[in-house]
């Protein structure tokens, strides 16, 4: 079961992202690599449920700047009452951008010093801005699901249709509700995207890192970055769109 591990975001000053994130999300330092060129730093609650995702900031130490693209979305985090939580972000400082009235009532949206997009979500299991899922704009969705489905043998478990778009939340199967899910975003009107580079990957996690780069290979997956160019700790994949997808070790 290729459980979501973590989303990686990149960030220009690690220090103001990383007390953005501690100060107002309350999130814990979970783990830091310091290279000589870069450093990754994974954060989430407290207490975090053992099929929970983190977060993973990436600092490149030698001063770039980032494109955000719109082929990634947003990460949302999860709250008991979205106008609680997101009067109690206003109180402490963050800038608004999207209130719970703005968007029916049922969710809200902030940004982080970076301009990464957090959406807030209600939800009745998880801890407290715990990560729910990570949104992922598509150009066919039909690809796009399949991919999911055969390469990671993930399920959807909720779907939405609109007028405009569509909505498909996947994540494997017999997974905890704790667990993050993949956002699968499909716009009707046939717009491409774009990659940035603000964004950086999907990771999920393995007992077994060789066998399941070779089940990947074996169901076509890309080979983009295999475990022997990654020193054998872990591995890179990408979806059809491009979205880059790390195996990790668990």
Request: glycine letters at 6%; proline letters at 2%; hydrophobic letters at 30%.
């Amino acid at each position: 079961m290729l459980t979501l591990d973590h989303t990686m975001m990149r960030v220009e000053d690690l220090e103001a992202s990383l007390d953005w994130y501690q100060d107002y999300l309350d999130y814990e330092e979970k783990g830091r690599w310091e290279a000589d060129t870069f450093t990754n730093v994974f954060l989430g609650p407290e207490d975090v449920h053992e099929e929970g995702a983190l977060l993973e900031l990436t600092y490149n130490h030698d001063g770039r700047s980032y494109t955000h693209g719109d082929a990634w979305g947003h990460i949302a985090v999860r709250v008991e009452d979205v106008y609680d939580a997101y009067e109690e972000l206003m109180d402490a400082g963050v800038e608004d951008y999207r209130d719970p009235d703005s968007c029916g009532g049922s969710y809200a949206f902030v940004k982080d010093p970076d301009g990464h997009e957090v959406e807030i979500v209600e939800r009745d299991h998880g801890a407290k801005w715990s990560l729910d899922h990570t949104m992922l704009r598509v150009e066919d969705a039909d690809q796009a699901i399949g991919w999911y489905t055969r390469k990671l043998d993930y399920e959807m478990f909720r779907r939405s249709e609109h007028s405009s778009f569509a909505l498909y939340f996947l994540k494997p199967r017999d997974a905890a509700d704790e667990a993050m899910s993949v956002e699968l975003t499909y716009n009707y009107d046939g717009r491409s995207y774009d990659m940035g580079d603000a964004w950086g990957h999907v990771a999920v996690r393995t007992e077994d890192l060789n066998d399941t780069w070779e089940a990947l290979m074996q169901r076509n997956a890309e080979d983009y970055r295999d475990p022997e160019s990654c020193d054998d700790r872990y591995a890179f994949t990408k979806t059809p769109q491009g979205h880059e997808v790390e195996i990790v070790r668990e």
